[in-house]
C-alpha cells in the first residue's frame, strides 16, 4: 500500500498507478503549451475605446476596454509616471485570484476612487497595502492592469450562478435568486463566485479548453493591446503577479514571444509537491486537465528558457509544501542551465505566509529593471 494521503484515503495507491502509467515528459514550446491548455486562438484586441483619464498619487491614468470575442468587455486601465510623455517599458500587472473574483484590476492598482473596506483588507493581507502597479508605474513603466475572466468586468453575475447544495435541488432552485443574498454584498457574492468556478471548469472542458486556456487567452491580448500602444517602448514586455496572478504569469510567460521578463510571486511547485494537503485549495487555471500528464509545472515555467524569470516562494506558504516548492526550484535552475543561461533564472525564499509585500515587489522591479529598463 502507497503512503496514505488525508484526501484520498483507500485510494492513497492511485497516485503511484496514475505515475506509473504517465506519459515521459516531454519539451513544451509555446505551441505545445497553448494546444495543451486548450485555447490557441490568435489574441486580437477588439474594438477598443478609451474612457476616462485621471491624475492621481504621481501617476498618469488611463481607463480602456475591448471586447475578446465574447462576454462582457474588458475593462483595464493604463498607468503611466504622472507628466511623462514617451515610450516607456510595458509592464503588465496581473491580478491574483485571492478567492476575490468581484474585484480584479482594483485589488493591485488605484484610481482616483476610494477603495472599499473588503479591497483594502485584502490589500494589507497580500500586498503589503500598497497598489503595486501604480508604485511600478512611478517608477517608470507603461503599466497595463486588466481584468480577468471571472473577476471584475469579466466577472458572472450572481443570478445565473447555479445553487449548491440543496438535495435534492427543488425545481424552481436552479439559479441562486436574489433573495438568498445581496448581490452587491461582495462576501457573499465572492463565496457563490467561489462555487461556481467549478461550473465554469466543466463548461470549459465541454467546449474542449479549460479555465487555464481562456485566462490565458485574454491576457495574450492584453498583450498585444499593450505591445502595439505608442506610449510602449518595442523589445518586448514584463509580467508579474501574486498568486493566481502568479499563475497567469508563469502560462503568459510559457506562451506568448511579447514577454522578455517575468516575476513569479507565490505560486510555484512541482505538481508532485502538491500531494496531498495543497490541492483543494487552488484554482483550476493551476490544473490544466492535459498537462500534468505530459509536464510538470516548473516545465510551464521553463517553456521560453533563457526568457528571465524570477520565481518568489514563501517558505510557510499554506498552498504549498516546502519540498515541493524546493524541487521547483531546482528544476527550474536545471532547465535554464541546460537553456545555457543559469543566471536569466532567479529563485528567492522569504520567511512567512502567502503575500507579496512591499519588500518582494522592490525586488520584482529590481528584476524588470534589470531586464526592461
Known amino acids: 500500500m502507497s503512503e496514505p494521503y ?3 484515503g483507500p485510494f492513497s495507491d492511485l497516485v503511484a498507478f496514475s505515475e506509473a502509467a504517465r506519459d515521459r515528459p516531454i519539451p513544451l514550446k509555446p505551441a505545445e503549451v497553448r494546444r495543451l491548455i486548450g485555447f490557441d486562438v490568435e489574441p486580437r484586441p477588439r474594438d477598443v475605446e478609451t474612457h476616462e483619464r485621471w491624475v492621481h498619487d504621481g501617476v498618469d491614468g488611463e481607463e480602456v476596454s475591448w471586447s475578446v470575442g465574447y462576454g462582457p468587455r474588458t475593462q483595464a486601465w493604463v498607468l503611466r509616471p504622472a507628466g511623462h510623455s514617451g515610450p516607456l517599458p510595458g509592464v503588465l500587472a496581473l491580478h491574483g485570484h485571492d478567492s476575490f473574483k468581484w474585484h480584479g484590476k482594483e485589488k493591485v492598482a488605484d484610481s482616483p476612487a476610494e477603495i472599499s473596506p473588503p479591497l483594502a483588507t485584502l490589500r494589507r493581507k497580500l500586498y503589503g497595502g500598497r497598489a503595486f502597479a501604480n508604485e511600478l508605474a512611478r517608477r517608470g513603466y507603461t503599466v497595463l492592469v486588466h481584468d480577468a475572466l471571472l473577476w471584475g468586468s469579466r466577472r458572472f453575475p450572481a443570478d445565473v450562478m447555479p445553487a449548491q447544495g440543496a438535495t435534492p435541488p427543488p425545481e424552481d432552485r436552479w439559479i441562486a435568486p436574489e433573495s438568498e443574498g445581496d448581490p452587491n454584498d461582495v462576501p457573499w457574492y465572492n463565496r457563490l463566485a467561489a462555487r461556481h468556478e467549478h461550473v465554469v471548469a466543466k463548461y470549459a472542458t465541454l467546449l474542449g479548453t479549460s479555465v487555464a486556456g481562456l485566462v490565458n487567452y485574454e491576457d495574450r491580448v492584453a498583450a498585444e493591446f499593450l505591445a502595439g500602444r505608442e506610449d510602449v517602448r518595442t523589445g518586448g514586455l ?77 517558505l510557510d506558504d499554506s498552498l504549498f509544501s516546502v519540498e515541493g516548492m524546493q524541487a521547483a526550484h531546482a528544476h527550474l535552475q536545471q532547465a535554464y542551465e541546460n537553456a545555457g543561461a543559469k543566471d536569466a533564472y532567479v529563485g528567492q525564499f522569504y520567511p512567512g505566509r502567502h503575500r507579496f509585500d512591499v519588500a518582494m515587489q522592490d525586488s520584482a522591479f529590481d528584476h524588470l529593471d534589470q531586464w526592461l529598463a
Not at 502568479?246 to 505538481?271: D, F, H, N, P, W
Not at 490541492?279 to 500534468?292: D, I, Q, S
Not at 516545465?299 to 524570477?310: F, G, K, N
Request: hydrophobic share 50%.
Open 6 to 8: 488525508e484526501h484520498l
Open 238 to 314: 514584463g509580467c508579474v503577479g501574486l498568486s493566481g496572478g502568479g499563475c497567469r504569469t508563469a502560462l503568459l510567460q510559457a506562451t506568448s514571444e511579447r514577454i522578455k521578463a517575468a516575476v513569479v510571486a507565490g505560486m510555484m511547485s512541482t505538481y508532485r509537491g502538491l500531494l496531498d494537503r495543497h490541492v483543494a485549495n487552488h484554482t483550476w487555471m493551476f490544473f490544466p486537465p492535459a498537462l500534468a500528464a505530459v509536464a510538470d509545472w516548473p516545465d510551464v515555467a521553463a517553456t521560453r528558457a533563457p526568457s528571465p524569470l524570477l520565481v518568489q516562494y514563501l
